[in-house]
């Protein structure tokens, strides 16, 4: 006599045997499962093996992103970042914060909640920015998860159709387009909106109660209001949405949507009290005026995504808004027919976010020229539009295409495949631009950490203002929370600067020399040569740049890294860790002396705080364009 009793999770199946000794079942199951389970059946389908592979191909792009973005990563508080949370970090410090200061205007924008998570952030081990993109990383990430979610909810999906359609969402998701933005700590105030969009599409297409969605709906989109300024657009569209049984008299979800907009309309109206537009923001444009301009800026807005040296940003932007204009045409025409919008929803919903987004940028930013919309900051909201047209072509697939014929459906893939396989191209070619901006990235924010580092040795260097342009309040903000153990940057200590404020002595080279000095075509003063540590058998940490004038007296007026490869000289000195002791950099001459100059310079030993004078028979005559 054997009971058994069979147990199947997806494509596995096994079966645990009672014997006859037993009395009944329930006493079988009553021991330890390792001594009750045997397995007859161990059977993994094709479909498995093809999800497998489908969730390894999804993971692949977010895999190259981490390995990108921590291999570029700067500590380096950059631009808008010293006002938020630079600012309030400063008034911190000084005991002067106020509540009225957390809930101040960025730009367009309230960022109350970003600086909470701030303080949190620089509560433990400071403030370094690079946890501020972990946050930026995170964010995506759980994009990412949100919409799989939204997929297998589609009536009539499939594991594979669902997986595939993911795919494609994760190779936007993390496409190098955004590596800069991953690399922008900020970034992650802009993301927020979006992504609780997503999250509200979820909330309301589950099983909660109407009261538990709205509240969770209207927190989400009050958090997202004083995150980022279109943060506001989820207090119209996170309205909360009964299930189809949903049993709450209609008399009382009135009353709970009457609740909804009185906070929502408190919400607004508090994030006008004391609103000011930034002065150096051009005014709303006029769509009746400037319609023209307005749609070329959308176009080139959607293009954007994907442009590269070999695609066109418009052009691509009008196949795109095409392909989107029949997609969403169709959808509206089958919602109209079959009335069930639990399968269109959450795509129309992003759809509206992306567009609105895109309008609203549009109208207040066209008065920078309309090339301005290819800033690689709006692909963050762009990004939106992309995802909303693969969801929405995946629910008419899984609507009508589906459940067709076979030749319509032949037809309808072949015509997706064609249109994957171009978009594919587009993002491979995207790659080489965004490698080569993401390296240029990595050199310009080094050295900008370089010039912070020095600014007590060289107060007027020009490439602080690229830091912060309010260079006066950069010194003296950065200093503040440096003594406050806030901003932990090695600032150059006085012993080695004191000695660099020297004028270097005679040497015989060998620890490096400064090749070449002179100005280009825009008044640039390019400067190279090479730095070497002999003692430590390495190439210098970094070199100071200065001048001699005619009285004798000199002046250091920039810093600059090592590290640009030289093979000429592991050749020549037959010592192969040379080949990156050189440094070659454009420098802005705005803070050089005029007349006739003696360019000198120092080679930096950071740990044992030593400068070892660079050889130099270099003049140059400064003037002022």
């Known amino acids: 006599m054997f009971c058994v009793l069979r147990v199947r999770i997806a494509d596995v199946e096994w079966s645990p045997v009672c014997s006859a000794s037993d009395k009944a079942c329930g006493s079988t199951l009553s021991r330890p499962l390792s001594q009750m389970v045997m397995f007859s059946k161990f059977r993994l389908g094709p479909s498995v093996f093809i999800q497998a592979a489908l969730l390894c191909v999804g993971l692949f792009p977010m895999a190259l992103a981490v390995h990108y973005v921590t291999t570029n990563w700067i500590s380096l508080p950059f631009w808008d970042e010293w006002h938020t949370p630079g600012s309030q970090f400063e008034s911190w410090c000084r005991g002067t914060l106020t509540l009225g200061e957390l809930f101040s205007q960025h730009n367009e924008s309230r960022k109350f909640f970003p600086r909470l998570l701030y303080f949190t952030l620089a509560s433990v081990g400071g403030w370094d920015v690079r946890k501020e993109m972990t946050i930026v990383f995170l964010e995506v990430c759980l994009l990412s998860i949100l919409l799989l979610r939204l997929l297998s909810r589609t009536e009539g999906t499939t594991g594979v159709s669902t997986l595939v359609t993911w795919v494609v969402m994760m190779f936007l998701c993390f496409s190098s387009v955004q590596f800069e933005n991953f690399l922008y700590g900020i970034q992650l105030e802009p993301f927020f909106p979006g992504i609780a969009l997503v999250a509200i599409a979820n909330i309301n297409l589950s099983a909660l ?259 912060f342009p309010y260079v006066d309040v950069l010194r003296t903000r950065a200093r503040t929370l440096a003594d406050h153990q806030l901003l932990r940057i090695p600032f150059v200590k006085e012993q080695i600067a004191a000695q660099v404020k020297q004028p270097p002595t005679d040497t015989d080279a060998k620890n490096g020399r400064i090749e070449f000095c002179g100005f280009d075509s825009n008044h640039s003063l390019l400067v190279t040569g090479w730095a070497w540590l002999a003692e430590k058998n390495q190439r210098a940490d970094c070199v100071v740049i200065g001048y001699r004038d005619t009285a004798g007296k000199f002046k250091p007026f920039t810093v600059l890294e090592t590290g640009v490869p030289r093979p000429d000289l592991r050749e020549r000195f037959h010592i192969p860790n040379m080949y990156r002791a050189g440094f070659s950099r454009a420098v802005s001459s705005g803070n050089l002396a005029d007349g006739d100059l003696s360019i000198e310079g120092w080679a930096i030993d950071v740990k044992r705080q030593k400068a070892l004078p660079l050889a130099s028979s270099l003049s140059l005559h400064a003037a002022r364009p």
Not at 303 to 308: E, K
Not at 322 to 345: C, E, G, K, P
Not at 352 to 357: H, P
Not at 403 to 423: D, E, P, S
């Open 209 to 467: 109660s109407f009261r538990s969605k709205l509240l969770a709906n209207l927190t989400l989109a009050s958090i997202a209001t004083y995150t980022f300024a279109n943060g506001m657009l989820l207090l119209v569209l996170g309205l909360p949405l009964a299930n189809p049984s949903n049993s709450t008299p209609i008399r009382k979800r009135t009353r709970w949507f009457c609740i909804y907009a009185l906070c929502a309309a408190i919400a607004i109206g508090c994030y006008f009290i004391g609103y000011k537009k930034p002065s150096y923001h051009p005014d709303f444009a006029s769509w009746h005026g400037r319609w023209l301009d307005l749609t070329h800026y959308l176009v080139l807005w959607i293009g954007a995504y994907f442009a590269s040296d070999y695609v066109n940003p418009f052009l691509f932007g009008i196949v795109a808004s095409a392909v989107f204009v029949a997609v969403f045409a169709s959808m509206i025409v089958i919602l109209a027919q079959d009335r069930n919008w639990h399968t269109f929803y959450p795509w129309l919903l992003i759809a509206a976010y992306a567009l609105g987004t895109g309008i609203i940028t549009a109208l207040g930013r066209i008065g920078f020229g309309v090339q301005q919309a290819l800033d690689n900051r709006y692909t963050v909201f762009s990004l939106f539009f992309y995802l909303a047209l693969v969801g929405g072509t995946f629910a008419l697939y899984c609507a009508r295409v589906r459940r067709g014929g076979q030749g319509v459906r032949a037809c309808f893939l072949t015509n997706i495949g064609y249109l994957l396989g171009f978009t594919a191209l587009c993002w491979t070619a995207c790659y080489p631009k965004n490698f080569v901006s993401l390296r240029n990235h990595r050199h310009h924010q080094l050295q900008l950490r370089l010039a912070l580092e020095w600014m007590d040795v060289i107060p007027d260097n020009p490439e602080l203002a690229l830091v």
